[in-house]
Structure formats: C-alpha cells, structure tokens
C-alpha cells in the first residue's frame, strides 16, 4: 500500500524559533510537491522538488528532497505567526498519471 | 485568467438527493482532477482527465458519484442518493501536459454537507 507520512502531525512553536517537518514515502517518486492550506481554504502550491537532491526556498520555508531515502523535509527558519497553517506534501509515484498520494499533514500552530 | 473556479462554495443537502459541483478549470490547461477531502485528512484522488476523456476512476468513487467533461472544458462531479459519509471538501484541480514541472492548481472547493 502507498503511505505518504508525516510528522509531526500537529507543531506549536514560537515565534522566531526554527523547525522541520518531514515528509516519508513508501513508493519511488522523484517527484515531491508541498502544499500550504489555510482553515477552510483550497491548497496554495508552495514547493515542487523534481528531482534527488532538490532544495528550494522561499521566505522563511526551505524544502528538499532526498529520493535515496524517500524522504522530504520542509524547514521552517525563525517562524511568524503568519506561517500558521496546514501544510501537505504530496508524491506522483504514477508515471503518467500524475495522481498525486498525499501526506496525512502537518498543523502548524505558531504562537506570538 | 482567474484561476480554477469551483461552484457552488458551501452545499448544504438532505440525505437522498443529489447534488452536482461544477469545475472550471484554467483554460489552457488539458487536465483535470477531483479530490475529496474530510476533515483533518489529506485530499484523496477521486478521478481525473485529460481534455474529455476520463483517463482514471479511483475505487473511492462508488455508482452514485459520476463527472464529465463535455468538450474538454468545464467539469461536473455529480453525487446521486447523497449519503452521510459524502460530506467533505471536494477539491478540483488542474494542470497543464507537462504538469510535472509546475504541479497543479487547485480550485477553492465545494463543501458539502449532507444532514
């Protein structure tokens, strides 16, 4: 079965404080995309990572992808509270398809 | 271009009727996809396609869901005897042919809550 986890599921944090969220998958894919969603709100695309190795930034998120260890990460650098939100990362192991298997979450809380 | 376009927002129906959500997607953009997400979950691919051709149904989307997409342009996901279990955010999204390099863009969505 294709598992898309990660972890933490819920994040409380400080303002101005650093973190990561990890992303694990259990099928090739070297093809990783994050999403950000706000409460009661669509997906905002934040991140695609097409290839092993891929870092991108953006702000104060930093994404990266290891395809070897099946494994992303999304880095959060000196959080605001403006970060506070849901973010999703989501994998196209469907060559063709392009059928996206997306992670149970994370919920970021961050507090001022 | 305004972006994916979903109506209606919010959907409020009796258990037992049907209801149809409409999709319009970018307009340049030759796939479409549907996914459904509950509360506190991850959006689930329902099915998608490219231009009018319905190319994948996921087994999520049991006889009483069916969508179209008449011309290759706008989509409708239609839930006929709605159920409990139904209610959900149903997400639309598209993308161009080489999606791979941008990913997709989704619509706002449709909430439906079924009493």
């Keep these: ?112 | 271009d305004t972006g994916v376009s979903q109506n209606p927002r919010h959907k409020i129906t009796k258990r037992g009727q049907n209801v149809t959500f409409r999709c319009d997607p970018i307009s340049e953009h030759n796939r479409l996809y549907w996914y459904r997400q509950t509360l506190g979950q991850g959006p689930e691919f329902l099915t998608y396609f490219q231009n009018e051709a319905q190319l994948e149904k996921s087994r999520l989307l049991s006889d009483r869901f069916s969508a179209e997409r008449p011309k290759g342009s706008f989509s409708t996901l239609e839930i006929q005897r709605t159920e409990q279990g139904d209610s959900a955010m149903y997400l639309c999204a598209s993308s161009p042919l080489n999606q791979g390099l941008h990913g997709y863009t989704f619509g706002s969505g449709t909430r439906l809550t079924v009493v």
């Excluded at chain 1, 303002?15 to 259990?26: A, Q, R």
């Excluded at chain 1, 997906?43 to 290891?66: H, P, W």
Aim: aromatic share 12%.
């Design chain 1, 1 to 112: 079965e294709l598992k898309v986890e990660q972890n933490p599921l819920f994040l409380s944090m400080q303002e101005g404080k650093n973190y990561t969220i990890y992303c694990n998958y259990s099928t090739t894919s070297d093809r990783l995309y994050w999403y950000r969603q706000d409460p009661g709100k669509s997906l905002e695309s934040l991140f695609v990572l097409l290839s092993n190795g891929a870092v991108k930034q953006e702000g104060r998120l930093m994404a990266s992808l290891d395809t070897k260890a099946r494994l992303s990460t999304l880095h959060i650098t000196a959080a605001v509270h403006d970060l506070s939100a849901t973010y999703f990362c989501a994998v196209d192991p469907y060559s063709g398809t392009y059928k996206y298997i997306f992670g149970t979450g994370t919920r970021l809380k961050v507090l001022a």
